[in-house]
């Protein structure tokens, strides 16, 4: 009698834990120190630049954050963005896996995940008034207004001149001030 109560009680138990098992979601990934000050400085980003006149007034409303391929922010973004106006603007977020997807950006993340077509992306958005900011080694050089760089434990910024003033955008001297300014490297851009 003992034995089949131990049965019960062992197979019981297996159940009980089966189930808790079962029940448990994997705890979600933690985004690195650097993303999630990334993702902060895309919202001071859009902040310190004077934006090309809206032709729409509804689009003028609300300023559009897309992040093309691999998103490395998760809910970070979110957090960072959304309910913090910019000026008078709304925030929304757009992402998506190819450009066409995500309608009408005014901050461009282009992921790394998207070296090989970067240059390709860049051209398409040369004057656009779209600011784009990347994170891969050669952004900058290769047309993208600002690029993400990692300083051993800080996250800091190449912001390229040449390339905002061509997509009709200014950036004000705060921002600059705090970044590496660079121009146009003429091999790598396309002129």
């Not at 051209?123 to 656009?128: F, N, Q």
């Not at 001297?173 to 396309?190: C, M, Q």
Request: net charge neutral; hydrophobic share 40%.
């Amino acid at each position: 009698m003992q034995s089949i109560q131990s049965i019960t009680r062992f197979v019981l138990l297996g159940g009980v834990a089966f189930a808790l098992a079962g029940s448990l979601r994997p705890a979600p990934v933690p985004i690195p120190a650097n993303y999630r000050t990334e993702a902060e400085d895309l919202q001071h980003f859009a902040e310190f630049v004077e934006w090309p006149t809206a032709r729409d007034k509804a689009a003028s409303r609300t300023i559009n954050f897309c992040v093309l391929g691999r998103d490395p922010f998760g809910a970070t973004l979110d957090q960072s963005i959304l309910g913090h106006p910019i000026g008078d603007r709304s925030a929304a977020i757009v992402r998506g896996k190819r450009l066409q997807d995500l309608g009408e950006c005014d901050v461009l993340f282009v992921s790394s995940s998207e070296a090989k077509r970067q240059k390709e992306i860049l051209g398409r958005l040369r004057e656009s008034g779209v600011l784009t900011v990347g994170e891969t080694t050669d952004f900058a050089a290769t047309g993208g207004i600002i690029q993400f760089v990692q300083d051993g434990d800080r996250v800091s910024f190449v912001i390229n001149v040449d390339a905002a003033g061509r997509a009709g955008l200014r950036i004000r001297a705060e921002l600059l001030a705090l970044a590496h300014v660079v121009h146009d490297n003429p091999r790598k851009s396309g002129g």
